[in-house]
């Protein structure tokens, strides 16, 4: 570091969000452009050199943290991308997306606002682009050997990195019509744009990975075929199955899943249709579910012209602070936090049925009504008790042309076949069961990322993706020089 006094003399400052007003008249990354790099080395000055750094474990990339903050703050960028890539495929997915379990485990969070770690990342991926530090790195030999990789989320693609970079022809099967999983039709471009993605891709195919897309392995082809073609086969299909709301009232019109309206958000910003069949324009909206994939439905439709909005959450409003008791640093805590997007309804106050950043906490839907014509008109909910047992007296209804319910995934969507086909055994949440070497019940066929661990996050992706590379390496040739992660990767979700 080059001050050791950073911590103690440069208060934390995050990257600035444009204004709430200019940012949801388009579909930009909300962070104002130019505006990261001016701040970040005084920034990364602030990590204290705590000499057993708990952010580098609370990393499931085991991101080498306080390496990189040491060079940024003496503005060697070219050896802080190479510190960062070298246990991160893709950090400028990361640096924009993840919640950065990392920050809460940093020493200085004891009794300090942490490093802001995440933009050091983001700012370190991005100059690193910038400057041409992250050339394509195709094998030098090929080994021989071929692997399938089925689906293109962050695991998919960072394990067909490393196999591609390890000499190994890769092929990925992906069924829509683009690379990127979740990143490419679930995630907003107002959280990450989708060059960011473009430009790995482009990166990936010079380094020798094919990509098969439109291509449904189980449906488009077979999945025993793929088995029989291919030396290797990683399962990377994610956990889309989404979760319903059995409630009555749920089969009026204007009832829809997250997933089903994000990607055709999506698919307008990309150009592929001009105005969304599901758009909230004009509607009242109620988002039914608390999580991150509700805030993104909330962003989209604040973004889309919505009448009002509301997004429902079934727990009550956490605390601002860490309960030092039960969650005491350096877990990762459960607190209010304020998404960009939760920012944006509050300051336009788009639900005046609901709290101040348009989220209604302790409520649970009890049912749905609608018009003449099937359409819906009300939801109807409840205040509920920390038990989920309702408050009497609590009942009331809110308006409701709109509907998304994002109340997570429960497992592998299986309408293709894929698990079938190929008799794969799974655990009794329904996620593809493979050994501790990421290994399926089927020789050859591996499995990583949401598919099997259920959804997660991206860094989780991203450093699966990694670990059932080094393993399926090894598979192939005996042994592997490709790094993996330290799991455990059946460590419990606690991000
Ligand atoms: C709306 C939303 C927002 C999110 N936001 C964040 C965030 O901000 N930060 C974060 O860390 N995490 C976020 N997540 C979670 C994160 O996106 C996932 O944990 C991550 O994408 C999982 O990666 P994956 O590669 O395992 O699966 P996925 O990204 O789901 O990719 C799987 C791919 O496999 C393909 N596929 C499936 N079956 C087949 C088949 N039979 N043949 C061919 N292809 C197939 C699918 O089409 C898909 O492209 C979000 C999730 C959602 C739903
Ligand atoms: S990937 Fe996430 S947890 Fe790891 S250093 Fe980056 S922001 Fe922190």
Same mark, same amino acid.
């Given at each position: 570091?080059?001050?050791?006094?950073?911590?103690?003399?440069?208060?934390?400052?995050?990257?600035?969000?444009?204004?709430?007003?200019?940012?949801?008249?388009?579909?930009?990354?909300?962070?104002?452009?130019?505006?990261?790099?001016?701040?970040?080395?005084?920034?990364?000055?602030?990590?204290?050199?705590?000499?057993?750094?708990?952010?580098?474990?609370a990393c499931p990339l085991g991101n080498l943290i306080p390496e990189w903050n040491d060079l940024v703050s003496r503005e060697d960028w070219r050896a802080a991308s190479d510190r960062l890539h070298a246990t991160n495929n893709f950090p400028e997915f990361t640096?924009?997306?993840?919640?950065?379990?990392?920050?809460?485990?940093?020493?200085?969070?004891?009794?300090?606002?942490?490093?802001?770690?995440?933009?050091?990342?983001?700012?370190?991926?991005?100059?690193?682009?910038?400057?041409?530090?992250?050339?394509?790195?195709? +094998?030098?030999?090929?080994? &021989? =050997?071929? !692997?399938?990789?089925? #689906?293109? $989320?962050? @695991? /998919?693609?960072?394990?067909a990195q490393q196999l591609t970079r390890a000499g190994h022809t890769v092929a990925v099967f992906e069924r829509d019509d683009r690379p990127g999983g979740l990143m490419r039709y679930g995630i907003p471009a107002f959280k990450m744009e989708k060059h960011h993605?473009?430009?790995?891709?482009?990166?990936?195919?010079?380094?020798?990975?094919?990509?098969?897309?439109?291509?449904?392995?189980?449906?488009?082809?077979?999945?025993?075929?793929?088995?029989?073609?291919?030396?290797?086969?990683?399962?990377?299909?994610?956990?889309?199955?989404?979760?319903?709301?059995?409630?009555?009232?749920?089969?009026?019109?204007?009832?829809?899943?997250?997933?089903?309206?994000?990607?055709?958000?999506?698919?307008?910003?990309?150009?592929?249709?001009?105005?969304? +069949?599901?758009?909230?324009? &004009? =509607?009242? !909206?109620?988002?039914? #579910?608390? $999580?991150? @994939? /509700?805030?993104?439905?909330?962003?989209?439709?604040?973004?889309?012209?919505?009448?009002?909005?509301?997004?429902?959450?079934?727990?009550?409003?956490?605390?601002?602070?860490?309960?030092?008791?039960?969650?005491?640093?350096?877990?990762?805590?459960?607190?209010?936090?304020?998404?960009?997007?939760?920012?944006?309804?509050?300051?336009?106050?788009?639900?005046?049925?609901?709290?101040?950043?348009?989220?209604?906490?302790?409520?649970?839907?009890?049912?749905?009504?609608?018009?003449?014509?099937?359409?819906?008109?009300?939801?109807?909910?409840?205040?509920?008790?920390?038990?989920?047992?309702?408050?009497?007296?609590?009942?009331?209804?809110?308006?409701?042309?709109?509907?998304?319910?994002?109340?997570?995934?429960?497992?592998?969507?299986?309408?293709?076949?894929?698990?079938?086909?190929?008799?794969?055994?799974?655990?009794?949440?329904? @996620?593809?069961?493979?050994?501790?070497?990421?290994?399926?019940?089927?020789?050859?066929?591996?499995?990583?990322?949401?598919?099997?661990?259920?959804?997660?996050?991206?860094?989780?992706?991203?450093?699966?993706?990694?670990?059932?590379?080094?393993?399926?390496?090894?598979?192939?040739?005996?042994?592997?020089?490709?790094?993996?992660?330290?799991?455990?990767?059946?460590?419990?979700?606690?991000?």
């Amino acid at each position: 570091m080059a001050d050791p006094k950073g911590f103690m003399t440069t208060p934390r400052q995050e990257w600035p969000r444009r204004p709430v007003g200019e940012r949801v008249r388009d579909w930009d990354e909300v962070y104002v452009p130019g505006a990261l790099l001016p701040i970040i080395s005084k920034q990364a000055d602030r990590c204290m050199d705590c000499g057993v750094p708990f952010c580098h474990d609370a990393c499931p990339l085991g991101n080498l943290i306080p390496e990189w903050n040491d060079l940024v703050s003496r503005e060697d960028w070219r050896a802080a991308s190479d510190r960062l890539h070298a246990t991160n495929n893709f950090p400028e997915f990361t640096g924009r997306l993840c919640p950065a379990p990392c920050e809460a485990g940093c020493v200085l969070a004891i009794n300090q606002p942490a490093v802001t770690i995440k933009n050091v990342e983001c700012a370190v991926a991005d100059r690193a682009w910038a400057e041409g530090f992250t050339p394509p790195r195709p +094998p030098e030999r090929l080994s &021989g =050997r071929t !692997v399938a990789v089925i #689906g293109s $989320g962050p @695991t /998919g693609l960072a394990a067909a990195q490393q196999l591609t970079r390890a000499g190994h022809t890769v092929a990925v099967f992906e069924r829509d019509d683009r690379p990127g999983g979740l990143m490419r039709y679930g995630i907003p471009a107002f959280k990450m744009e989708k060059h960011h993605l473009e430009r790995r891709l482009e990166q990936m195919r010079a380094e020798g990975t094919k990509f098969r897309t439109s291509t449904a392995v189980g449906r488009d082809v077979g999945a025993g075929e793929l088995r029989a073609r291919y030396d290797a086969v990683v399962i990377a299909t994610g956990a889309t199955a989404w979760r319903e709301l059995p409630v009555p009232g749920r089969e009026l019109s204007g009832i829809h899943q997250a997933m089903e309206y994000l990607p055709l958000a999506n698919r307008v910003c990309e150009g592929d249709i001009e105005a969304s +069949p599901l758009s909230a324009a &004009g =509607r009242h !909206v109620v988002i039914v #579910g608390g $999580g991150d @994939t /509700g805030a993104d439905c909330l962003g989209t439709a604040v973004r889309e012209g919505a009448a009002s909005v509301t997004q429902l959450d079934i727990y009550a409003q956490p605390e601002e602070e860490r309960d030092e008791d039960s969650e005491p640093w350096p877990t990762y805590p459960k607190i209010y936090r304020l998404s960009a997007a939760h920012q944006e309804a509050g300051e336009l106050r788009t639900a005046p049925a609901a709290d101040a950043d348009a989220r209604l906490f302790a409520a649970s839907t009890l049912r749905f009504t609608g018009d003449a014509e099937g359409r819906v008109r009300w939801l109807h909910l409840v205040e509920v008790d920390a038990a989920r047992r309702p408050r009497p007296g609590t009942e009331r209804r809110l308006p409701a042309g709109l509907v998304l319910l994002a109340l997570g995934f429960t497992g592998p969507d299986r309408a293709d076949g894929l698990v079938d086909q190929l008799g794969l055994d799974l655990t009794p949440r329904g @996620t593809v069961a493979r050994d501790a070497g990421f290994a399926t019940n089927v020789p050859g066929v591996f499995a990583a990322g949401d598919a099997a661990r259920g959804q997660s996050l991206i860094v989780w992706a991203i450093a699966e993706g990694r670990a059932v590379a080094a393993a399926v390496d090894r598979h192939l040739t005996g042994s592997s020089s490709l790094p993996a992660p330290i799991g455990p990767y059946d460590r419990p979700m606690t991000v």
